[in-house]
């Protein structure tokens, strides 16, 4: 007997203090770099994009990671290239905790096309509020004194 899955997240987690030490000229970079990780470890990024501030990725999730890990090892491994990487001159790192937002192979095309649209949809809506939506639209319990810590 064969084995199937579907674990679709859309992933969201931002810089440490939310400050903005990811400079739109080399965030292709850091994005390329990033589904370099997702591929290594047999999962298929369908979209990757964000702001100075935050990033937004559509991953396949394989039966063998378990997220918390799959997350620490994304944020861990791109976090050390950051600081090696010269054109990343303010970085300090990742901030603590995470979104993951599970969804369906329906709703991938929507999704991906709002990732695409971050830089756009960011003109209108803060990070923080743009968080604190995902979470009660997802019907996900939350502190607000605990949402950026």
Request: proline share 3%; hydrophobic share 30%; with cysteine.
């Amino acid at each position: 007997m064969s084995s199937y899955k579907q674990i679709i997240y859309h992933l969201v987690f931002g810089t440490k203090r939310r400050e903005f030490t990811i400079p739109e000229t080399h965030c292709l970079d850091l994005y390329k770099y990033i589904r370099g990780i997702t591929k290594n470890k047999n999962c298929t990024l369908y979209q990757i994009n964000g702001i100075g501030d935050h990033i937004h990725i559509l991953t396949d999730l394989h039966p063998s990671h378990g997220l918390a890990d799959f997350i620490k090892d994304i944020k861990i491994a791109s976090s050390n290239w950051m600081k090696e990487n010269p054109d990343f001159p303010n970085w300090d790192g990742w901030a603590l905790g995470y979104g993951a937002f599970t969804c369906s192979s329906k709703e991938k095309p929507n999704i991906v096309e709002y990732i695409k649209n971050q830089k756009e949809h960011h003109k209108k809506e803060s990070f923080y509020d743009e968080y604190k939506r995902l979470l009660i639209e997802h019907e996900i319990e939350f502190k607000e004194e605990y949402l950026f810590k």
